[in-house]
C-alpha cells in the first residue's frame, strides 16, 4: 500500500521557518486533495492545510492562516508545507495526508489515505 513519506521537520526558534515536503512511497495516480496534519502530545491530530489537485484551491486552519502555505508539485508527486512565523504551539509530529476531504466551511479537514510516520517539527521559545 502507497503511504507518504514526509520530511523537512526539525528545531527552530520562534518566528523561524521550516518547509516540510511529503512524497508518496510508490506509484500512485490519485488525483485527490492532500493535506497535512498535526499532532501535539496529549492532543488529537488536527487539520493543518490541504490543497486541491490542480494546486488552484488551497485551504487552511484558522491557527495557521496567513503563517503557512501548502502547494503540490504534481510533476515530482509531492506536497510542501511552508512554515513562517513559528510559535511554540506548532510543536508537534506533521503528517501528509494523500487523500484529504476538505469540509464545506473549508477550515477543516478529514484524512482518508493511509498514515506515514510523520515529522517532528519543534519551535522553541
Known amino acids: 500500500q502507497v503511504h507518504p513519506v514526509e520530511s523537512g521537520g526539525g528545531l527552530v526558534q520562534a518566528g523561524g521557518s521550516l518547509r516540510l515536503s511529503c512524497a508518496p512511497s510508490g506509484r500512485t495516480f490519485s488525483s485527490a486533495d492532500m493535506g497535512w496534519f498535526r499532532q501535539a502530545p496529549g492532543k488529537e491530530r488536527e487539520f493543518v492545510a490541504a490543497i486541491s489537485w490542480s494546486g488552484g484551491r488551497s485551504y487552511y486552519a484558522d491557527s495557521v492562516k496567513g503563517r503557512f502555505t501548502i502547494s503540490r508539485d504534481n510533476a515530482k508527486n509531492t506536497v510542501y508545507l511552508q512554515m513562517d512565523s513559528l510559535k511554540p504551539e506548532d510543536t508537534a509530529v506533521y503528517y501528509c495526508?494523500?487523500?484529504?476531504?476538505?469540509?464545506?466551511?473549508?477550515?477543516?479537514?478529514?484524512?482518508?489515505?493511509?498514515w506515514g510516520q510523520g515529522t517532528q517539527v519543534t519551535v522553541s521559545s
Open positions: 495526508n494523500l487523500r484529504v476531504v476538505v469540509t464545506p466551511e473549508e477550515r477543516d479537514g478529514f484524512a482518508f489515505g493511509s
